[in-house]
């Protein structure tokens, strides 16, 4: 369900002209809007999927796990980072393209809340 509503998915698509960290035929990545760490980007799949959920192809999900760790160490975090995939509402979710979360460049918390 590709939604041209859908603001990741223009990100993907090279609407905004966002500068993408990575990218390969699968997925990009670049540094979120609104940072909550030092080091805050999101990997995406150029595909879309509203969440983790309806995700089926296990091969693109460790691609995007791949793009993660890439990211981080493009972005100069690559010994110290964190993945979050927030999936639905209640768990953070507030746009519905499935990305990762790639956080670095300060400690983290335990649990996170
Ligand atoms: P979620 O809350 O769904 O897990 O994460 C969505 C993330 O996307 C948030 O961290 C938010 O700051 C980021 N975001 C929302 N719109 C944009 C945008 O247009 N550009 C970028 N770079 N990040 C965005
Ligand atoms: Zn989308």
């Known amino acids: 369900m590709p939604s041209k509503d859908c603001i990741f998915c ?5 609407e905004f002209n966002t500068e ?10 670049f540094k979120d809007l609104s940072p909550q760490a030092p080091v805050h ?9 509203a969440s983790l959920n309806e995700m089926k192809d ?7 796990l791949q793009g993660a760790r ?5 972005l100069g975090v690559g ?10 509402e209640k768990a953070g979710q507030s746009v519905f393209h499935m990305h990762v979360h ?3 460049g300060r400690a983290m918390h335990w649990p996170p809340g």
Not at 41 to 49: E, G, M, R, S, T
């Open 79 to 88: 010994d110290n980072y964190r993945v979050v995939i927030n999936t639905g």
């Open 58 to 64: 296990a091969e693109l999900m460790g691609k995007l």
């Open 70 to 74: 890439e990211t981080a160490e493009k």
């Open 41 to 49: 980007a999101l990997v995406i799949p150029k595909q879309h999927f």
């Open 102 to 104: 790639v956080l670095g």
């Open 20 to 29: 993408f960290v990575v990218e390969t035929e699968d997925y990009v990545s």
């Open 10 to 14: 223009k990100i993907a698509n090279k």
